[in-house]
């Protein structure tokens, strides 16, 4: 009876082993097969962060192995050593370039106040696009727009060629100081923080702000820019203005370097230019995004991380699917659609300063997310618009990223409907409810993304968003 027992016993161990190993083999399968299927519902169960997942790319039975983190960069040996281009980048398509300082409507009273972009027409935005030798476009700092710099201010960075910007907008954050800058870069550049009031504020009770004899506050190296009569109600989209327009906030700049308010810079910006600009004789360069090619991919992963209200976020990419926009394929002449725009390397050229304003007014005229619209304008000018979209790896060997000191976040982003969009329902954010029921509640914005509550000439309700595969789990 021993014998039989154990016999059994053993027979049923390995049975139940060889079971659980097709288990494990099945559920293995799966997981590789929601990673390239197209329909959201099973492509949303893909983790590509996964060990599992991992292990099969580095067998090759799967593609799409985890993106490289952090790259070296080819930089310079010495930055003391960079020659520096002399004269600027020749204007060969865009030769004159203006801009709308108060709308035709406005000026004749027909409008109740001015807005920092404009009252720009969907005629006027189609217009934009075609690219002439002379051109006049919308591009922010309308009169009495609002985003004003004091007398000091606007004398102190009239001398600056070379600009680092930088920008903290409703108080959760504080200055970061560069490191590893040669003596050369310190002299040669401006390191310009520009903030909002609530901010300044902010930054005073949390660390040291030292005020020179001509009224300037300084952070360490970092001159503090205020900006008063914040243009937007909502603080990430009063960020853009600097991010975006810094060619208009430094007009004498001939070249900038934006890096986010949460980052601090690894790298000399003698050396960043020389590598991202002049070697390749390039006039714009950003970095493409780890995960997203599409803006279609990318607008997936704003309503899922909740970065601004779901049912505007289509409505905006919408939009782009009717006017044309493709989702990204090897076919495109871009790397990518989406970018990282967490860093923008620019030599303020007239194109380069054409591009930046028709993608702040797209920021403008519908969601602040820029990765959405950064891909449409590079789509809408046909190709002539030339840019640089370096590696991932690279832009991440070149900053510190720092948590933000404290929560950001706004109603807004939470909105899942067009109820609690207009009021009439109530928003949740971990267990919070904000009571939305009171027109005063409102979230419809009243100075930013006009062009989502104007009407569109053309029939949007037969428009059908192309099918997203997640490629990651953070997207």
Not at 220 to 246: A, F
Not at 251 to 271: C, F, N, Q, R, T
Not at 437 to 466: C, M, Q
Request: net charge positive; hydrophobic share 40%; aromatic share 12%.
């Amino acid at each position: 009876m021993k014998i039989v027992w154990r016999t059994g016993f053993i027979r049923l161990f390995l049975v139940g082993g060889i079971l659980w190993m097709l288990l494990i083999l099945l559920a293995s399968l799966f997981h590789i097969w929601s990673c390239q299927y197209p329909i959201i519902f099973f492509s949303g169960m893909c983790n590509k962060d996964s060990k599992v997942f991992t292990m099969w790319s580095t067998v090759g039975l799967v593609k799409n192995a985890q993106l490289q983190h952090r790259c070296p960069i080819p930089l310079a040996n010495d930055p003391e050593k960079i020659v520096i281009p002399e004269g600027r980048t020749p204007d060969k398509i865009v030769q004159n370039l203006s801009y709308v300082m108060e709308d035709e409507l406005f000026s004749n009273g027909s409008r109740s106040a001015p807005l920092f972009g404009g009252y720009q027409s969907w005629a006027q935005r189609e217009e934009s696009f075609k690219l002439k030798s002379t051109m006049k476009v919308h591009c922010g700092f309308t009169k009495n727009g609002g985003a004003e710099m004091s007398s000091e201010d606007i004398n102190f960075v009239k001398k600056c060629r070379f600009v680092v910007a930088s920008g903290i907008f409703d108080g959760y954050d504080v200055p970061h100081q560069p490191s590893n800058l040669s003596t050369r870069s310190k002299k040669l550049f401006c390191f310009l923080m520009v903030v909002d009031e609530i901010s300044l504020d902010f930054i005073k009770e949390n660390v040291t702000v030292k005020e020179d004899t001509k009224g300037g506050k300084w952070v360490g190296i970092w001159r503090l820019i205020l900006l008063k009569h914040p243009p937007y109600d909502e603080p990430r989209r009063n960020g853009k203005v600097p991010k975006i327009l810094t060619h208009r906030l430094f007009p004498e700049a001939h070249y900038s370097i934006w890096i986010d308010g949460k980052m601090e810079l690894l790298v000399d910006p003698l050396l960043i230019l020389e590598r991202y600009l002049w070697r390749g004789k390039h006039t714009f360069a950003i970095a493409q995004h780890k995960h997203h090619h599409s803006i279609y991919e990318e607008a997936d992963a704003n309503k899922r991380r909740k970065r601004y209200a779901r049912p505007l976020i289509d409505l905006h990419v919408k939009i782009y699917r009717y006017e044309g926009m493709e989702p990204w394929s090897p076919k495109k002449q871009t790397v990518s659609d989406v970018p990282e725009g967490a860093i923008i390397i620019r030599e303020h050229t007239a194109m380069s300063n054409l591009f930046s304003c028709l993608w702040f007014n797209e920021v403008d005229l519908f969601t602040p997310r820029d990765q959405l619209s950064f891909g449409y304008v590079v789509y809408r000018l046909k190709g002539l618009f030339e840019f640089f979209m370096f590696p991932n790896c690279e832009y991440n060997s070149l900053f510190v990223l720092h948590p933000h000191i404290r929560e950001h976040s706004s109603r807004i982003e939470w909105v899942t409907n067009w109820d609690q969009l207009k009021g009439n329902a109530k928003v949740s954010n971990k267990g919070k409810d904000w009571d939305q029921a009171s027109g005063s509640n409102n979230l419809v914005e009243s100075r930013g993304g006009l062009g989502l509550w104007t009407p569109y000439p053309g029939n949007l309700d037969a428009v059908v968003l192309p099918p997203v595969i997640r490629t990651s789990k953070a997207g």
